[in-house]
C-alpha cells in the first residue's frame, strides 16, 4: 500500500524567511508519481510540480524549489523568501505510474503554513 | 475555458436524503475520479473512471455510487446521507497516460456538504 507522511502539521514563519516543508512517501512500485499541490485559504486545489520515479534532479521555480531523494524517499519543497501570499495548506501526494491510476493519488495529510509579517 | 466543474457548490443534507454531486469536465480526459477532504486526512479517493463505462472503487468507497455514461460526467450519488459524510468533496480529471506527457489531476472547486 502506498503511504505519503507530512509530519509537520502547521509551520509559521515570518515573511522572508525560508521555509521547508517534508514529505516522505512510501510504495513499492519502481516507477511512480510524486506531486505537490497548494490549498490557500479560498479552497481550491492549485498545482503545482509533478515528478516521476525516473527524475532525480532537483527542481526550481522563481522561490519554490523541490529536493527529490529516492534512498529517503523524501520529495521535500521548500519557499524561498515566503511572502503572505503563500499561506495556505499543501499536500504531497503519490500516483502509480500504470495504467488505470493517473488518477488515483495518495495524499498526504498536508502542511498549513502561516506566513506573517 | 471551463475545466471541471462541479455543483452545487454547497449543500445541507437531513440524514437518509439522497442527492447526486455532479461534476462536469470539458477537457476530453479520460479519467476522472472524486475525493473527499475531511480535517487532519488530507483527501482520500472514493472512486475512479477510466473511461466512459469503466469506475473501480478506491479508498472510501462505502456509501457512494458512480456511474460514467459519457466522458464529459462523472457524479457522485449518496444514496441514505449520513453525518460522516459531511465533507469538502472535490472531482477531479485527467487525461490518460497514453495520451503524451502525464498531466496533473485537475481539480473541481469542490463541493461543502453538511449532513445533520
Known amino acids: 500500500a502506498q503511504k505519503v507522511t507530512q509530519a509537520q502539521t502547521e509551520i509559521s514563519v515570518v515573511e522572508k524567511e525560508d521555509v521547508t516543508l517534508d514529505c516522505v512517501y512510501e510504495?513499492?512500485?519502481?516507477?511512480?508519481?510524486l506531486f505537490w499541490y497548494k490549498q490557500p485559504p479560498s479552497g481550491e486545489l492549485v498545482f503545482l510540480i509533478r515528478?516521476?520515479?525516473?527524475?532525480?534532479q532537483n527542481e526550481i521555480s522563481g522561490r519554490y524549489s523541490w529536493n527529490f531523494q529516492k534512498s529517503t524517499s523524501s520529495f521535500n519543497f521548500t519557499i524561498t523568501a515566503s511572502q503572505v501570499v503563500d499561506s495556505a495548506v499543501y499536500f504531497c501526494a503519490l500516483s502509480e505510474a500504470g495504467t488505470g491510476t493517473a488518477s488515483k493519488l495518495t495524499f498526504g495529510t498536508g502542511t498549513r503554513l502561516q506566513v506573517t509579517l | 475555458n471551463a475545466g471541471v466543474t462541479q455543483t452545487p457548490k454547497f449543500q445541507v443534507l437531513k440524514t437518509g436524503q439522497s442527492m447526486t454531486l455532479q461534476c462536469a469536465q470539458d477537457?476530453?480526459?479520460?479519467?476522472m475520479s472524486w475525493y473527499r477532504q475531511d480535517p487532519g486526512m488530507g483527501l482520500r479517493l472514493i472512486h475512479y473512471?477510466?473511461?466512459?463505462?469503466?469506475?473501480d472503487q478506491g479508498e472510501v468507497p462505502n456509501g457512494y455510487n458512480v456511474s460514467r455514461s459519457t466522458t464529459e460526467d462523472f457524479p457522485l450519488r449518496l444514496l441514505s446521507a449520513a453525518p460522516s459524510q459531511t465533507s469538502v468533496y472535490f472531482c477531479a480529471s485527467s487525461p490518460s497516460p497514453g495520451t503524451g506527457p502525464n498531466s496533473p489531476l485537475h481539480f473541481g472547486n469542490g463541493t461543502r456538504l453538511t449532513v445533520t
Open positions: 510504495t513499492r512500485d519502481t516507477t511512480y508519481y
Open positions: 473512471s477510466v473511461g466512459a463505462g469503466i469506475t
Open positions: 477537457m476530453n480526459h479520460e479519467y
Open positions: 515528478r516521476n520515479s525516473f527524475d532525480e
